[in-house]
Structures are given as structure tokens and as C-alpha cells.
């Protein structure tokens, strides 16, 4: 199983569509979460950090189960501005993040 | 503050050239990082280092040398480049554990022919 495994999209939606993110991590002693998001041929930034008890971030919704080792992003009423790579990223208790592969999504007008 | 730095934006090598990528950053930040983003693989670690003269291997350490003599610079050597080594190279820091967000530089695409 891969550390870290994202839906593989990629996702083409209409504006103001809803659209849900789905991420597995193998490692149950894994300690931290988070969404980034990555536009093309630039860096990857942080999106969101997600929280055992769910969190929001207007039209972003993250949430972490961890019997399940599972992690989600749901995003509302989508903008075009919302096209982008987003990555699901785990974090041990090193320092170090492990990324997942990525899921494109496409906004359309 | 210009945060994460990275130098050259863009790099083409010959097979069996060596190289440095530089990372340079403002933040003061303890943890610095190298990744590789190639296409289907998503980003891979390759060093990491949790302080100045402290530096660790990651997922993909063969081929690059680091070493992180002050706590602004960690600079990733190609020892000798492979076509293999072909994609674009990430410098991340945060600023020690506990925090969140780690901050990514812009990157190098670094094509080896």
C-alpha cells in the first residue's frame, strides 16, 4: 500500500459545482494533515491544515478520520480560480511530509 | 523578506556534469528540505535537515550531496548527472516542529541530456 494515496482524477467540473477529495495514509502513527495546492509549473502551498475534528475554511472543508486513515477535501460552489493540482500531505513525528501524487481538478465556465 | 529563494530557474546538463542547486531563505526557519517532482510520482524527498551542520537522507538520496553550513543556505549537489536525475527540484523550509506550513521555493527544472 502507498504511504499516501489520492484519488486520481483528474476532475473537470462546472462553476459552482461541489467537488470531494479523497486521500489514504498507510502509516497510523501519522501525526499531522494537510491540503495543499499547486497551480501549474509553480510551487506547492499550503491550503489548508486538517484537523481530527473537522475544519472549514469558507468554501473549503477538511476533514480526518483516523480509524480509517483517511482524509478529505470538499470543496463548494467552485470558482475557475479553484483549477489546480491538489496534494494530500501527512506528516510524521520528524519533520518530514509525505505527499501524495496529486489530483488535478479542472473548473470549466 | 524574500522567503524561499531558489537558483537557476532553469538548468540543462550533459550526462556525467556535476552541479549545485542553490536554496536560500530569510525566515530563519530550523527545517530545510529538497524535493523532486517528476510526473505520475508526485514531490520525493531526497534531503532534509533539521538545523545548521544537521542534514539527513530522505526517500531518494542517491546521486545528491547537501550540507547546511548556516541556517539561510542548504545547497543540493549533483554529483554526477544522469538523465534519470531530469525534473523540477523543490527547496522547502518551516520554521520547526510543531509548525504547519512548510514554504516552497519556486523551483529548478533541471533537464540532463
Known amino acids: 500500500r502507498k504511504e499516501v494515496e489520492q484519488d486520481p482524477g483528474p476532475f473537470n467540473v462546472p462553476e459552482g459545482a461541489t467537488v470531494a477529495f479523497n486521500c489514504t495514509y498507510s502509516n497510523s502513527a501519522s501525526q499531522s494533515f494537510f491540503w495543499y495546492r499547486q497551480d501549474c509549473r509553480k510551487e506547492p502551498k499550503l491550503l489548508m491544515s486538517v484537523y481530527s475534528s473537522g475544519n472549514e475554511d469558507g468554501r473549503f472543508t477538511a476533514q480526518l478520520n483516523r480509524a480509517s486513515q483517511y482524509i478529505s477535501l470538499l470543496i463548494r460552489d467552485s470558482k475557475l480560480s479553484d483549477s489546480a493540482t491538489y496534494l494530500c500531505v501527512v506528516g510524521g513525528s520528524n519533520y518530514k511530509l509525505t505527499f501524495g501524487k496529486g489530483t488535478l481538478l479542472t473548473v470549466n465556465p | 523578506n524574500a522567503g524561499v529563494t531558489q537558483t537557476p530557474k532553469f538548468q540543462v546538463l550533459k550526462t556525467g556534469q556535476s552541479m549545485t542547486l542553490q536554496c536560500a531563505q530569510d525566515m530563519n526557519h530550523e527545517y530545510m528540505s529538497w524535493y523532486r517532482q517528476d510526473p505520475g510520482m508526485g514531490l520525493r524527498l531526497i534531503h532534509y535537515?533539521?538545523?545548521?551542520?544537521?542534514?539527513d537522507q530522505g526517500e531518494v538520496p542517491n546521486g545528491y550531496n547537501v550540507s547546511r553550513s548556516t541556517t539561510e543556505d542548504f545547497p543540493l549537489r549533483l554529483l554526477s548527472a544522469a538523465p534519470s536525475q531530469t525534473s523540477v527540484y523543490f527547496c522547502?523550509?518551516?520554521?520547526?516542529?510543531?509548525?504547519?506550513?512548510?514554504?516552497f521555493g519556486p523551483g529548478t527544472r533541471l533537464t540532463v541530456l
Open positions: 522547502a523550509t518551516l520554521a520547526g516542529f510543531g509548525y504547519n506550513e512548510q514554504f
Open positions: 535537515s533539521v538545523g545548521a551542520g544537521i542534514t
